[in-house]
């Protein structure tokens, strides 16, 4: 059975993996530390605030984090189109 709470994991590895193909361990180290970071943090305020400052919270980080990830696929794409072969035309890759 899947145990739902490490699907997430799933993603993150696959997005670390796909960008940073020449320096695995290094990103993979990166992402534990950060993701140790962001456990220590919620531990820290779990207490001391209500259920709608950490729902907004929770909203910020996420739409900062889709904001970011959207600008790195489009960095990606651009690094991409820029190494392309011109002589290849994009018929050719369908």
């Known amino acids: 059975m899947i145990d739902h709470k ?3 994991n799933f ?4 997005i670390v993996s ?6 695995l361990e290094d990103a993979f180290a990166s992402l ?10 919620v531990f820290c305020y779990s207490n001391s605030l209500c259920v709608l400052e950490k729902m907004i919270i929770l909203a910020a ?5 889709t904001a970011l990830y959207i ?3 489009i960095m990606e794409k651009k690094k991409i189109s820029k190494n392309a072969d011109p002589k290849i035309s994009k ?3 369908a």
């Open 61 to 65: 980080v996420c739409i900062v984090g």
């Open 6 to 8: 490490n699907i997430p």
């Open 11 to 14: 993603y993150f590895a696959g």
């Open 71 to 73: 600008g790195v696929e």
């Open 32 to 41: 534990r530390v950060l993701q140790g970071l962001g456990g220590t943090l």
């Open 18 to 23: 796909a960008l940073f193909h020449d320096k």
């Open 91 to 93: 018929s050719e890759y």
